[in-house]
């Protein structure tokens, strides 16, 4: 039987696929650099920055060094609360969390997600956050997922894991989850709330045998 469901953040739960991506556009549009200049310098942190080995209040002054330009770090923090949010697919959460225990498993950088949950008031609709800078282990690996589970109180077999990126469905899959793979480009709110459907009644059907 199906107890929980767990989402990626970016890409299924926000309208832009990744997280840096939300952050290069609102820091250009507010400071005039170009996407091109500040991705340049961003992307050389992110692996740090998402594996919890750095983080931003760590890396500012050098990314501005970088730069030469002097970028209020205040910004930073606003380009986290500008994140826009896929207002169908955070219904469907609400919606799931009455009878599901509502997880989210997302690569990404522990300050934003505090920011993006708190700006939108999302905790109340979710049981855990796995955060990879947070655990030390990406969705490519076994640990977030294994502390995703144990923090919930379910097994593997008991999970939907739903992502929009195919190489992080690999060790869901392989560990005994249920993997959707989300397109961030079509966004089919009721495509994947009718797949969700018939995962779990299979599953309810599958004990009952």
């Keep these: 039987m199906i107890k929980a469901i767990l989402f990626d953040l970016d890409g299924v739960l926000t309208i832009s696929k990744t997280g840096s991506e939300t952050i290069i556009g609102y820091l250009s549009e507010k400071t005039g650099i170009s996407k091109e200049i500040l991705g ?14 750095c983080t931003h209040e760590d890396m500012w002054n050098e990314f501005c060094e970088k730069l030469q330009r002097t970028i209020p770090y205040e910004l930073l923090q606003e380009a986290f609360e500008n994140t826009e949010l896929n207002l169908d697919m ?7 969390h009455k009878k599901y ?3 989210m498993v997302t690569d990404n950088k522990a300050d934003r997600i505090e920011a993006i949950v708190r700006k939108n008031k999302l905790e109340p609709f979710f049981d855990q956050i796995s955060v990879s800078a947070s655990i030390g282990s990406r969705k490519t690996e076994e640990e977030i997922f294994k502390k995703t589970i144990e923090a919930l109180q379910v097994q593997w077999e008991e999970c939907i894991f739903i992502d929009n990126s195919k190489k992080n469905l690999v060790i869901p899959k392989r560990m005994g989850m249920q993997a959707i ?6 966004k089919d709110v009721e495509g994947l709330k009718r797949t969700i459907t018939k995962l779990c009644k299979e599953s309810c059907e599958l004990d009952s045998k």
Aim: aromatic share 16%; net charge negative; charged share 30%.
């Design 90 to 96: 955070i219904e469907l959460v609400k919606q799931l």
């Design 40 to 53: 340049s310098c961003y992307y050389s942190y992110n692996e740090d920055l998402l594996s919890g080995t």
């Design 101 to 103: 225990k509502i997880g």
């Design 181 to 186: 793979w989300f397109d961030d480009e079509k």
